[in-house]
């Protein structure tokens, strides 16, 4: 069963009163809010003069507290954590990660990032997440593993993920949703995501396994050596819309722009996926014409799911 979460708008510590006799007791802070900078430490406290130095430092420090929703306001720099950031186990349903009010785009680099699965950050079954205003690159295997629903992706950009620019396992995707639903994924910028091995594989979003309901807009998207968004499994009810497309995904009748996929005979088709007012060139990640806006494709023997998704208002530039 998905998880909903339930979310708090107030930053303010809340004092219940018991009604019976009276008594007054102190609830969990609706929300904790930390600071990290690249001249911080983890043995810091997270506030303002005292900031941490990275993520993962920050998810350990909001594993010991008990509020409701959580902030991580980001100064700018490069950050270079050396594993991925897992949030599993931490109690906040909801955790907000951005650029600090009036600074510059910080930036992720994973380039340092060790172990099997080199996303920047996964949600693991933790809380959903809000992340804005920062740059996430080389990292191999993506940027952002969703697992959790509610999440939301604004004015971020992704770029140089994938084996051609951090050796080893192949890269998936920067947003990489795996049973993810109601999300939003808007004002994005992806680029150069390019694998040298299983080049298809990786796409600027991968919406998978009853990811349902999300919302894709208004996000450029460029230079993908995938299909710059896939499709999968039992997938419903994702609206597309207002994006820009340009010289992305492989040959084929099969492939496109934005696709939906099976690779299993287990796998099921998808219904009610919307494709509507985007822009696309036409180009190939080669630099050749024929790329459609939108297609279905299988694995040989298997049928393809050509009423999974539903064009409308597209143009070609």
Same mark, same amino acid.
């Given at each position: 069963m998905?998880?909903?979460?339930?979310w708090?708008?107030?930053?303010? =510590?809340a004092?219940?009163v018991v009604?019976t006799?009276?008594?007054?007791a102190?609830?969990?802070?609706?929300?904790v809010?930390?600071?990290?900078?690249?001249d911080?430490?983890?043995?810091?406290?997270?506030?303002?003069?005292?900031?941490l130095r990275?993520?993962n430092?920050?998810?350990?420090?909001?594993a010991?507290t008990?509020?409701?929703?959580?902030?991580i306001l980001?100064?700018?720099g490069?950050?270079?954590?050396?594993?991925?950031?897992d949030w599993?186990?931490?109690?906040q349903?909801?955790v907000?990660i951005?650029?600090a009010?009036?600074?510059?785009r910080?930036v992720f680099?994973g380039?340092?990032v060790?172990?099997k699965?080199q996303y920047?950050?996964d949600?693991?079954?933790g809380?959903? =997440?809000?992340?804005?205003g920062?740059?996430?690159?080389?990292?191999?295997?993506?940027g952002?593993? =969703?697992?959790?629903?509610?999440?939301?992706?604004?004015?971020m950009?992704?770029?140089?993920?994938?084996?051609?620019?951090?050796?080893g396992?192949p890269?998936?995707a920067?947003?990489?949703?795996?049973?993810?639903?109601?999300?939003s994924?808007?004002?994005n910028?992806f680029?150069d995501?390019?694998?040298?091995?299983c080049?298809?594989?990786?796409?600027a979003?991968?919406i998978a396994n009853d990811?349902?309901?999300s919302?894709i807009a208004?996000?450029?998207i460029f230079?993908?050596?995938?299909d710059?968004i896939?499709l999968?499994?039992g997938?419903d009810?994702n609206?597309i819309?207002?994006?820009e497309f340009?010289r992305?995904?492989?040959r084929?009748?099969?492939r496109?722009?934005v696709s939906?996929?099976?690779?299993r005979?287990t796998?099921v088709?998808g219904?009610?996926?919307?494709v509507?007012?985007n822009?696309?060139?036409?180009?190939?990640?080669?630099?050749?014409?024929g790329?459609p806006i939108a297609?279905?494709?299988?694995e040989?023997?298997?049928?393809?799911?050509?009423?999974a998704?539903?064009?409308?208002?597209?143009?070609?530039t």
């Open positions: 998905r998880r909903r979460f339930r708090m708008s107030v930053a303010v =510590l004092i219940a009604a006799g009276g008594a007054v102190m609830a969990a802070p609706v929300d809010t930390l600071y990290l900078s690249v911080g430490r983890d043995d810091a406290t997270g506030a303002p003069d005292s900031p990275t993520l430092g920050a998810r350990d420090r909001l010991q008990n509020s409701e929703t959580a902030t980001v100064r700018p490069t950050y270079r954590e050396t594993t991925m950031v599993s186990g931490v109690p349903s909801k907000s951005r650029r009010s009036g600074t510059e910080p680099d380039s340092q060790t172990g699965a920047w950050v949600t693991h079954g809380p959903a =997440l809000d992340v804005w920062m740059l996430v690159r080389n990292y191999q295997t993506g952002l593993r =969703l697992d959790t629903d509610g999440n939301h992706v604004r004015n950009i992704f770029e140089k993920i994938g084996n051609r620019h951090k050796p396992g890269g998936y920067a947003v990489h949703m795996l049973g993810s639903s109601d999300n994924v808007v004002n910028v680029r995501l390019e694998n040298d091995d080049g298809g594989c990786v796409h979003l991968y990811s349902d309901g919302l208004d996000n450029r230079d993908v050596i995938g710059p896939r999968r499994n997938t009810g609206v819309s207002g994006n340009s992305s995904g492989g084929g009748e099969n496109a722009f939906f996929w099976i690779f005979d796998e088709c219904s009610g996926n919307l509507e007012n822009r696309y060139d036409g180009r190939r990640y080669d630099g050749s014409a790329q297609g279905s494709g299988a040989p023997g298997l049928a393809r799911c050509p009423s998704i539903t064009e409308s208002g597209n143009v070609k």
